[in-house]
């Protein structure tokens, strides 16, 4: 990054603090003026007392550029809040001058087209309490070796936020993760983990967001007591996790999105849904949970997506579900389900969502639905896949 200029403050404060100005697109930063105070330019942020810079966002500014080690940036050594997010750094490499923000708390370099190795100096930010590197995969993408995630470990003791999704970790043995012992978001969605997964992670005592999503080679099982107790999130979609769904998940009473898509043939299910009222988003699809579902989707009053195809449940369809206004997404199709499909409630002034309940029923089950639906309702239907899509303000049943 080329073009800066230098920025004094009065001489009470008696500090030269270089500022980088936008490359491109220049409207967006229009109070970046020449000879005006920096703490007054959009993004900028600085100490009242000291007149320091002492935060810089440029986040989502459709800025383009690389940053050279002669950068003005990494001469803003009181900085403690950097967001560079969705800056195009043209897949160059993240810079180990990063490391002389000794003063940074955060950290976010995400979407920013950053590809390469990530430099083990990024662990000498000790007090860095979020770090953001998360899709930066266009390209090759960012790498985390084990050697940088070691330093990462060993110093960097206060992250509480640690978003690497997208990033290459499949030299990284997982084992470690469980010395992060203050998080309370850890997203690490195709990150290529390998190997088991650290059992202690679910016990960490803040955390609150846990996202493993789409790891195929990651294996491991669930705790079977001592959960993380605020815990919110909780996504292993596309991973290898097995064993069974312990009752203790139960205790997750703040859990709002539970999502085991392809978790693993093997997990068993068991009843321990119904203290999740919280619930917005449930998935056990492409699993093979078996034995009856319990009726109490019902209960579940926040939830907008349920999905349960591809398993071998049986008993009773749970038509508790259908008395979800606020559902738009109901998918119980390839399992072994039974019963009557609650045609007033489908066909009601409030019911506005996509189901699918295919390779239940029969075809004559969906022709007689279809035959009741009033024509001058919107119905989308494609009986192979048992897609229904309703979507009528009324319902004239005369």
Known sequence: M?????????EDKSKV?????????????????????????????????TGHVIGLDLSSSQLIGKIHVNSSIFLLHHIRSLNLACYDFMFSEISSNFAQFTKLIHLNLSSS???GLVPSEISHLSKLGSLDLSDNNAGHGLEIGQHCFNKILQNLTEVRYLLLDNVNMSSVVPGFLVNFSSLISLSLSNTQLRHEFPNGVFRLPFLQQLSLSRNGGLIGNLPESNWSSPLRLLDQSLTKFSGILPETIGDLIHLNVLDFLIANSRIQFQ????????????????NSFSGQFPDVLGNLSKVIEIYLFDNNFSGQLPLSAFNLTQVSHLHFSHNEFVGHLPYQKLCSPEQSSAFSVSRNFTINEYSSFLRQIPGKRVVIAALGMGLLVIGSPSCDWT
């Open 2 to 10: 080329s073009h800066y200029q230098h920025q004094k403050f009065p």
């Open 17 to 49: 603090t270089p500022i980088i100005p936008p490359m491109k697109n220049n409207h967006e930063h229009k109070s970046w003026k020449l000879g005006s105070d920096c703490c007054s330019w959009d993004g900028v942020t600085c100490d009242r007392l």
């Open 113 to 115: 087209n950053f590809s």
């Open 271 to 286: 009843d321990h849904l119904e203290p999740h009222r919280k619930l917005t988003r449930l998935s056990f699809a492409h």
